[in-house]
């Protein structure tokens, strides 16, 4: 069965500075893993994705993440964070012929000037 | 961009009471979603809908509740009866193909009094 564990339900950085949002994964096959950001009061909103291509992965507003499949890990990192990047942030995974999305549990990033 | 879009954004309703939540997938896509996320806690898969039938349900998704695409655009969840418990931001979601990604609407609150 596939599942995904968000290691920390919340973090605060400062503007400025990087960020680092911890997922590990569990899934019997090659899993095909997103993240999702949810700004407040607002919609599931696509990052990135990982679908067995290359291993680094960019996405959006200056987000990307690794797949390490040694470690069964994908965690999403940015180098400078902006006030803009405080909402939540979940890790997904594919799982199933039906595609159906497992939840992480989800991490509340909050960003201080 | 083409986009789902949901209706409406926000619906109160008795317990006890017949809601629809209704949902305008992206025209060409045909694989269909519904997911639910309790205030707090993580998104939950409810139901898969492909070629005009639930292809997975989840435990959630109980006798209470029935999925349908009347039409060529429209895929509506119905809760028959609703309950406390049933409280929670509703998001549909469809898929062109296997291999891409999600997309989503911006989600309907449910709110059960």
């Known amino acids: 069965a596939q599942s995904v564990t968000q290691l920390d339900s919340h973090v605060s950085v400062s503007e400025g500075t990087p960020v680092l949002l911890r997922c590990n994964y569990s899934s019997s096959y090659s899993p095909s893993l997103f993240w999702y950001v949810q700004h407040p009061n607002k919609g599931l909103q696509l990052l990135l994705k990982y679908t067995s291509a290359a291993t680094l992965v960019k996405g959006i507003n200056g987000f990307e993440a690794e797949f390490k499949k040694s470690e069964t890990s994908f965690h999403l990192t940015k180098p400078s964070a902006h006030m803009s990047d405080a909402a939540e942030y979940f890790c997904?995974?594919?799982?199933?012929?039906?595609?159906?999305?497992?939840w992480g549990l989800g991490t509340s990033l909050a960003v201080n000037p | 961009e083409p986009e789902v879009t949901q209706t409406p954004s926000h619906q109160v309703t008795q317990m006890g009471q017949e809601v629809i939540l209704r949902c305008v997938p992206i025209?060409?896509?045909?694989?269909f979603y519904w997911y639910r996320q309790i205030l707090g806690q993580k998104v939950e898969f409810l139901v898969s809908f492909y070629n005009n039938e639930i292809s997975e349900k989840s435990e959630i998704f109980d006798d209470q509740f029935s999925v349908e695409r009347p039409d060529g655009s429209n895929f509506t969840l119905k809760i028959r009866s609703t309950k406390l418990e049933d409280s929670a931001m509703y998001f549909c979601?469809?898929?062109?193909?296997?291999?891409?990604?999600?997309?989503f609407g911006p989600g309907t609150r449910l709110t059960v009094t």
């Open positions: 025209s060409n896509h045909l694989y």
């Open positions: 979601a469809s898929i062109g193909d296997r291999a891409s990604e999600q997309y």
């Open positions: 997904v995974v594919k799982a199933g012929n039906n595609r159906k999305l497992i």
